[in-house]
């Protein structure tokens, strides 16, 4: 009986640890593709698409309106007409940005459009 009581066990545990290893490990584990997370992926690269390219262009057109604006404050005389020139196209640039946008995601939509039928009709069975 002596022997035993000279003999001692010690045991740690640490919940946060284990949470933090299991954290880790997840993220090297392969996940199985989730249909609900590839039609929301699907969905949003179609609006993230035009939305970028309707930026551009809208982004470029009010820096180039503002280049036409400065051309004819600044210089006024000899830089007057090709400020309004450029000022003109900055605005047609903005103007093109909407409708740029509507374009892309119809055709945006009408390519994706027969997996994201496909995605849905599977979900819903």
């Known amino acids: 009986m002596e022997n035993y009581k000279n003999q001692s066990f010690s045991y740690t545990y ?3 640890k284990r949470d933090e290893v299991k954290r880790i490990r997840d993220k090297y ?3 199985e593709p ?3 997370e590839q039609l929301r992926t699907l969905d949003k690269s179609v ?6 390219k309707a930026i551009s262009i809208g982004v470029i057109g009010s820096l ?5 604006m400065s051309f004819v404050m600044e210089f006024g005389g000899k830089f007057f007409i090709p400020g309004i020139v450029i000022g003109v196209m900055g605005m047609a640039m903005v103007s093109v940005a ?8 119809k055709k945006e939509r009408e390519k994706i459009a027969p997996e994201i039928i496909k995605l849905t009709d599977e979900l819903m069975k």
């Open 34 to 36: 989730d249909k609900m």
């Open 29 to 31: 584990i392969p996940k």
């Open 14 to 16: 640490s919940a946060e």
């Open 64 to 68: 180039v309106l503002g280049t036409g």
């Open 47 to 52: 609006s993230q698409k035009a939305l970028k």
């Open 98 to 105: 909407y409708p740029v946008y509507k374009r892309t995601i």
